[in-house]
Nanobody, 123 residues
Framework: QVQLVESGGGLVQAGGSLRVSCAASGRTFSNYGMGWFRQAPGKEREFVAAISLSGGLTYYADSVKGRFTISRDNAKNTVYLQMNSLKPEDTAVYYC????????????????WGQGTQVTVSS
């Protein structure tokens, strides 16, 4: 099992930027594909971005493509989500998650989850 702790959420104005981080512990981080998901009030949790074991492959939801960037630093056991040009509809709790697959965009493939960090974008 991988323990995941997100940080870096907060309140930002529309058009602004924010970077959230996720620190992993407990297992060999580089053995896990990593993903970011989000859940807005009253909505289901949805895929945001995913990155492969070494970071060579990345995938994004259409709603964030061109604005968000996922990256990982295996030496620091950390995955990041850089969010630019934020919109009010990006407001949600953001979760990082780990999968034993090399990479996946499918929520049910992820076994370990962080507690989430709130991102609020004001208009």
């Amino acid at each position: 099992q991988v323990q995941l702790v997100e940080s870096g959420g907060g309140l930002v104005q529309a058009g602004g930027s924010l970077r959230v981080s996720c620190a992993a512990s407990g297992r060999t981080f580089s053995n896990y594909g990593m993903g970011w998901f989000r859940q807005a009030p009253g909505k289901e949790r949805e895929f945001v971005a995913a990155i492969s074991l070494s970071g060579g492959l990345t995938y994004y939801a259409d709603s964030v493509k061109g604005r968000f960037t996922i990256s990982r630093d295996n030496a620091k056991n950390t995955v990041y989500l850089q969010m630019n040009s934020l919109k009010p509809e990006d407001t949600a709790v953001y979760y990082c998650a780990a999968t034993r697959l090399s990479v996946s965009t499918t929520l049910r493939h992820y076994d370990d989850w962080g507690q989430g960090t709130q991102v609020t974008v004001s208009s």
